[in-house]
């Protein structure tokens, strides 16, 4: 980390960050809080809104946790946040998706070599086509914000207008959380690959 932690538990100074550090730990439980959460407390008013729109995004959208966590792994793939991969390809496997699929979104090269240049092809084994679509999407708009209208294409067809909001926001929002680990370095996970971040 490139700042130190704040001590656990964090000090506070006012009711108002004590009820901040309250709603971090009560989102985390039965877990302690984590070190992201140790270096965003640095700026409490960050860490609340940082906690309440992660929570959405985790705990309250439509979108089956198998979808969500090949999104969220895909992006750590792609913005070499090794920290990030090691707390959600678990959770992928754990909701269902095989150890040969996290293969084929643990791969680094870049997805829209394999989606294909006019639509998704046949996903990799051990990727539903659900699943191969949202990793092309997370591929495409860590790498390069726009989402192909081919591979957009796809996406509508397969999910609900709903759906297809939450992974977008899915992916933009753990594009924000990668990014701020790999700048601050938390977990220390920088240039150790997927394999060291356990």
């Not at 940082?50 to 439509?62: D, I, Q």
């Amino acid at each position: 980390m490139r700042i130190p932690y704040v001590p656990d538990p964090p000090p506070t100074t006012s009711d108002q960050d004590a009820a901040i550090v309250s709603r971090i730990q009560a989102r985390r439980h039965p877990r302690p809080l984590q070190p992201l959460d140790l270096a965003l407390l640095h700026s409490p008013p960050v860490a609340d809104g940082w906690n309440s729109f992660l929570g959405a995004v985790r705990t309250r959208t439509e979108i089956p946790a198998d979808l969500r966590e090949v999104a969220i792994s895909r992006v750590a793939v792609v913005n070499g946040a090794w920290y990030e991969w090691a707390h959600h390809a678990p959770l992928a496997v754990e909701a269902g998706v095989p150890e040969r699929g996290m293969e084929a979104i643990k791969a680094e090269g870049e997805l829209l070599l394999l989606c294909g240049e006019a639509s998704p092809p046949s996903p990799p084994e051990g990727l539903t086509e659900e699943q191969w679509i949202v990793a092309c999407v997370a591929d495409e708009m860590t790498r390069r914000v726009r989402v192909r209208d081919e591979t957009f294409q796809r996406l509508k067809e397969k999910f609900s207008e709903r759906e297809v909001v939450e992974i977008v926001a899915t992916v933009a929002c753990y594009n924000c959380v990668s990014r701020f680990l790999v700048a601050l370095d938390v977990g220390e996970r920088n240039g150790t690959g997927p394999d060291a971040a356990h």
